[in-house]
């Protein structure tokens, strides 16, 4: 018997979730979007990813109503909708996951409390105050020791410093 395509069958959360994040790429462009990647463009570049492919999930999570597509400038820009913002915990717990169990054991990039500065715990939970904080309250921090070798594209080289999740990567002045 020949394996369905979809998961529209199954009466499950899990399988309904999984029809708008699960295809390849997905998670990773949700992932630049908590970074503060606005541009097609710097999505394109940091995503080394097809223009096809990056429309398609964009044009996915927008019909879902995960991002939302903005004018402005002569370049469009997304961002994040509170249905986008709700999946950190997900993207958090598989960041972690990862970490732990899928790495080579090379230190990558972690998060820490914004107030505190302290990084979280697997959990998402700050050891120093006892909270687990939203998106916005979130540093990401680049990798110990030299970031991102070899990457030279503006989002890599802006994430060579912590930067508050959910705000614009854009260059210092």
């Given at each position: ?47 080394d990813i097809s ?123």
């Amino acid at each position: 018997m020949a394996l369905g395509i979809g998961y529209a069958a199954q009466n499950c959360s899990l399988a309904r979730a999984l029809e708008i994040v699960g295809e390849r790429w997905t998670m990773l462009v949700i992932r630049d979007l908590f970074y503060g990647v606005h541009r097609f463009t710097d999505l394109l570049a940091h995503l080394d990813i097809s223009r096809a492919v990056l429309t398609d999930r964009l044009n996915t999570l927008t019909e879902a109503g995960l991002v939302r597509r903005q004018e402005g400038d002569g370049h469009p820009g997304y961002e994040l909708t509170e249905a986008g913002v709700a999946l950190w915990p997900s993207l958090f717990a598989l960041w972690s996951w990862g970490q732990r169990f899928a790495g080579d054991g090379t230190p990558g990039r972690s998060f820490a409390h914004a107030t505190c500065h302290t990084r979280l715990e697997d959990t998402g939970r700050c050891p120093r105050c006892g909270s687990v904080p939203g998106p916005a309250e979130v540093l990401a921090m680049p990798p110990a020791g030299s970031g991102e070798p070899g990457r030279s594209d503006r989002v890599s080289v802006l994430l060579r410093r912590p930067h508050r999740l959910l705000t614009p990567l854009v260059p210092e002045s």
